[in-house]
């Protein structure tokens, strides 16, 4: 028997400047007649988030498969089950989506929560929980509300103990315009003489930035989307690790670089000039 449940949640947040509107809601489906259940959630309102993570506290015990639908990097231990979402779309909409086998008869509830920045502002906000009833009388999905859904009016910076990445996009430098050239033919030739030859310029493909490095989840972010760790690179700037891909004579073959990143499923990534 499969049995589809969604609950939808609104949640208003106000701040001095910006009114930001949030709406979740999880899709619960059982597998068949097992106790494993596809789980997808749905995040809106994200317009100008730079990122997020949302936590599910589910306990070890309970097995967790991943979805071939699901583009994040996940993370399971210490009976939580997180997602960082290190580029969020232009739309504003987030999906995640995976498989628990719940081993343990009767009913089981799974709080959410979810942390984002925007404007360099961090804040953390509870989600509707997730309960199943896994009894052998019983197939019924269901999704609880939470009694508290709006977050406070000041949101406090969320301390995490363990280290995890927190990944920051930047936004691509203008290149200001040429100054127009008035002097002689002569003189053309002569400064253009002395001008730099423009493949000393390099350029490359940033994938994210990370506030502490960590050659672990580099590794790991590699192997996922099938890339070669040779050809990355790392720059340190305002308290930042910027993690590259590649390095490349012309800003055309690093765009055509970024396309075949894409193609690969890698997103939220741009072409930098290397320094």
Same mark, same amino acid.
């Given at each position: 028997?499969? /049995?589809?449940?969604?609950?939808?949640?609104?949640?208003?947040?106000? $701040?001095?400047?910006?009114?930001?509107?949030?709406?979740?809601?999880?899709?619960?489906? $059982?597998?068949?007649?097992?106790?494993?259940?596809?789980?997808?959630?749905?995040?809106?309102?994200?317009?100008?988030?730079?990122?997020?993570?949302?936590?599910?506290?589910?306990?070890?015990?309970?097995?967790?498969?991943?979805?071939?639908?699901?583009?994040?990097?996940?993370?399971?231990?210490?009976?939580?089950? %997180?997602?960082?979402?290190?580029?969020?779309?232009?739309?504003?909409?987030?999906?995640?989506?995976?498989?628990?086998?719940?081993?343990? @008869?009767?009913? &089981? &509830?799974? *709080?959410?929560?979810?942390?984002?920045?925007?404007?360099?502002?961090?804040?953390?906000?509870?989600?509707?929980?997730? @309960?199943?009833?896994?009894?052998?009388?019983?197939?019924?999905?269901? /999704?609880?509300?939470?009694?508290?859904? +709006?977050?406070?009016?000041?949101?406090?910076?969320?301390?995490?103990?363990? %280290?995890?990445?927190?990944?920051?996009?930047?936004?691509?430098?203008?290149?200001?315009?040429? *100054?127009? @050239?008035?002097?002689?033919?002569?003189?053309?030739?002569?400064?253009?003489?002395?001008?730099?030859?423009?493949?000393?310029?390099?350029?490359?493909?940033?994938?994210?930035?990370?506030?502490?490095?960590?050659?672990? %989840?580099?590794?790991?972010?590699? %192997?996922?989307?099938?890339?070669?760790?040779?050809?990355?690179?790392?720059?340190?700037? /305002?308290?930042?690790? +910027?993690?590259?891909?590649?390095?490349?004579?012309?800003?055309?073959?690093?765009?055509?670089?970024?396309?075949?990143?894409?193609?690969?499923? &890698?997103?939220?990534?741009?072409?930098?000039?290397?320094?």
């Amino acid at each position: 028997m499969k /049995n589809y449940i969604i609950t939808v949640l609104s949640l208003m947040f106000f $701040q001095p400047i910006l009114a930001q509107e949030l709406t979740s809601n999880h899709s619960v489906k $059982q597998v068949g007649e097992t106790n494993e259940y596809t789980i997808k959630t749905t995040i809106s309102g994200l317009e100008g988030v730079e990122l997020g993570k949302i936590e599910y506290q589910i306990p070890d015990k309970h097995s967790y498969k991943p979805s071939p639908k699901n583009t994040y990097f996940s993370d399971r231990k210490n009976n939580l089950l %997180k997602f960082y979402l290190m580029a969020i779309p232009s739309n504003g909409i987030v999906e995640i989506e995976f498989n628990i086998i719940v081993n343990e @008869a009767g009913s &089981v &509830v799974f *709080p959410v929560q979810f942390q984002y920045s925007k404007n360099d502002e961090k804040n953390k906000i509870s989600l509707s929980s997730i @309960a199943i009833d896994n009894s052998s009388s019983s197939g019924l999905v269901v /999704n609880e509300q939470p009694s508290q859904t +709006k977050e406070e009016e000041k949101p406090k910076e969320v301390v995490v103990k363990e %280290k995890e990445p927190e990944v920051i996009l930047e936004k691509k430098e203008e290149k200001k315009p040429e *100054p127009i @050239a008035t002097s002689t033919p002569k003189e053309t030739q002569r400064i253009e003489s002395t001008t730099p030859s423009s493949t000393t310029t390099k350029y490359a493909v940033q994938l994210f930035a990370l506030t502490e490095y960590s050659q672990a %989840k580099v590794n790991a972010y590699c %192997k996922k989307h099938n890339l070669k760790t040779s050809e990355i690179t790392t720059e340190k700037g /305002n308290g930042l690790v +910027k993690v590259r891909y590649g390095k490349v004579n012309s800003a055309i073959e690093a765009q055509q670089l970024k396309e075949t990143l894409i193609s690969k499923g &890698v997103t939220g990534v741009f072409v930098v000039k290397l320094p």
